[in-house]
């Protein structure tokens, strides 16, 4: 793998997972990581992340220097180009200029082998407070800025290279390109890592982790638990079974495709629960988020144990056991619960939305490896339908948090009905690949008043909620065109007579979290 080297900034996923759009297999390991351990994963390359300002700041992460001398390719970025810089005797200094944001960054010389080729000038996106101010003996420098005497060095000799900017933000120009130029030219990697080969990497691997044992699957519909259920099925075939929970807080025709375009897709075993009366009747009464989630989660919970025993039952009188359950654990859900660097920013939301705390089952996590987007193009690449595949995230509480006030049957025909039009208009208007995810949230509780046609209205408004994130932790809201969004308005106040209003919320994340509950 190339190693990604975590110095507690939030860029250090971005940047693995930017390493593997180059085709090249990325792991993410702690700043602590010593020279030893670097030698026993045998690295292709490194690429240390940015971090805190300063290296001379109290307590800022250490960083074992005689990797550098391991020979293996590295490449510094933000503060691991300061960390580099220093380490092999260049100087690096704080004279107050700092830089924040968009900065021109001039090419030198020719730029060598991460930036030949490429305009002398780039928009390039900086965040740092102390500067190199000289490179180490024997390297070149390879960009400058109008404050940062040496924005990039490197030498070919020694294959350690380093940029004071941030490739893996989308802003950067040509920062993919850096990327790629380091891992293809300078460590003479190959992009080789792949949907194709990472599902037979994986279809390997859990025949030999299940053997001839019965296995369990939470489908919830969404992506995660739709292609790790996938990819065990086409592993061990009818070994699987999936189990989906009818909630009665779903979206519109989603109950459909899962019965019937994912089961038409991978056609493994499926079994249903009915559960709107039961999870409606809970919920009755109940207008508090935090007390919703928590009935929701546990009736999820309840009517998974059910079918359970069923099918534990069943499998005991075909004499195998049921020993494993497939989940849809990400790898940024991996990190962020200590597997990377220990950064504290731990959610902890369910993929299923909860699962029973003593099941003795041992987990089948065969996504645990991947970033959403990889997901997705398992997911393609084992033929599920891009209705499935590219779907927005969805709550594992479903429109149970969409509704502010009480969730009853009612409600949730009107907030379906609303969310049905808003989703095929920005699916129409082409806008799903900028849209993280839109939620439509019905507020119940308020009423306001209108007129349609001669009469007099008191209905309620939804809002529309459009997010476009990277990775749902911060989000932006979607500059969605004024004319979808008149489309959408329209649409909904025509064809949905509870509802006389809708209102574009404008929110980012943070203040706002992305849901309403
Ligand atoms: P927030 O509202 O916290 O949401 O900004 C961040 C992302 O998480 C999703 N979300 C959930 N997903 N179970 C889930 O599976 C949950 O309880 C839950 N709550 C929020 C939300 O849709 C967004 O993508």
Redesign the pocket.
């Known amino acids: 793998p190339v190693l990604v080297v975590d110095f507690g900034a939030q860029y250090a996923q971005l940047i693995a997972r930017r390493v593997r759009e180059a085709g090249v297999f990325s792991e993410l390991v702690p700043h602590t990581i010593t020279a030893a351990e670097v030698r026993e994963k045998n690295p292709l390359g490194i690429v240390l992340s940015g971090g805190p300002s300063s290296v001379y700041e109290e307590g800022a992460p250490q960083f074992d220097d005689s990797i550098f001398d391991l020979g293996v390719p590295t490449l510094g970025i933000c503060y691991g180009f300061q960390v580099m810089a220093r380490a092999l005797g260049g100087e690096v200094a704080n004279t107050g200029d700092r830089e924040y944001g968009a900065t021109d960054a001039l090419v030198v010389g020719d730029g060598g082998a991460i930036l030949g080729g490429q305009p002398e000038t780039q928009n390039v996106w900086m965040s740092h407070g102390d500067a190199v101010q000289r490179a180490p003996e024997g390297f070149d420098v390879l960009a400058r800025t109008a404050v940062t005497p040496v924005a990039a060095f490197g030498s070919l000799e020694r294959r350690l290279y380093g940029v004071q900017w941030h490739p893996e933000v989308r802003h950067s120009d040509h920062g993919q390109q850096v990327l790629e130029n380091f891992l293809h030219t300078v460590a003479g990697i190959d992009p080789d890592w792949n949907a194709g080969n990472v599902i037979a990497e994986q279809v390997e691997l859990i025949r030999k982790q299940v053997g001839s044992a019965r296995v369990i699957s939470a489908l919830s519909g ?1 992506v995660d638990s739709a292609v790790s259920t996938a990819l065990v099925h086409e592993a061990i075939g009818d070994q699987l079974t999936a189990v989906f929970v009818d909630h009665g807080l779903l979206r519109q025709g989603e109950r459909e495709q899962v019965e019937q375009d994912y089961v038409a897709s991978t056609g493994v075993r499926l079994i249903t629960v009915d559960a709107e009366e039961t999870f409606l009747g809970h919920l009755e009464g109940v207008t508090d988020p935090e007390e919703k ?1 928590k009935i929701i989660g546990r009736e999820f919970i309840r009517a998974f144990e059910q079918v359970q025993r069923q099918l534990v039952d069943e499998a005991k009188a075909e004499g195998e056991p049921i020993k494993f359950l497939v989940q849809g654990t990400l790898y940024p859900d991996v990190v962020e619960s200590g597997g990377g660097s220990g950064t504290a920013n731990i ?1 902890s ?3 299923v ?1 909860g699962l029973p705390e003593d099941m003795k089952f041992e987990l089948v996590e065969p996504l645990r490896d991947l970033f959403k987007d990889e997901v997705r193009a398992i997911g393609r690449e084992l033929g599920l339908p891009e209705a499935i595949v590219g779907r927005q ?5 479903g429109l149970g ?1 969409r509704i502010v006030g009480e969730v009853t049957k009612n409600r949730l025909e009107t907030l379906r009905a609303a969310d049905a039009i808003a989703r095929a208009e920005l699916t129409a208007a082409g806008l799903d690949a900028e849209i ?2 839109c ?1 439509v949230v019905l507020l119940a509780d308020v009423r306001s008043v209108g007129v349609q046609g001669d009469g007099r209205t008191y209905g309620h408004p939804v809002v529309l909620r459009p997010v476009s994130s990277e990775d ?1 932790m911060t ?1 932006d809201w979607t500059r969605v065109p004024y004319d979808v969004l008149a489309r959408i308005s329209n649409k909904i106040t025509n064809q949905v007579p509870e509802v006389n209003r809708v209102v574009l919320d404008v929110t980012s ?1 943070p203040p706002g ?3 309403w509950e």
């Open positions: 969404g989630r959610k939301h369910h993929n939305g995230p969805f709550p594992g509480p948090i993280w995810q939620p749902a989000a994340k979290t992305i849901e």
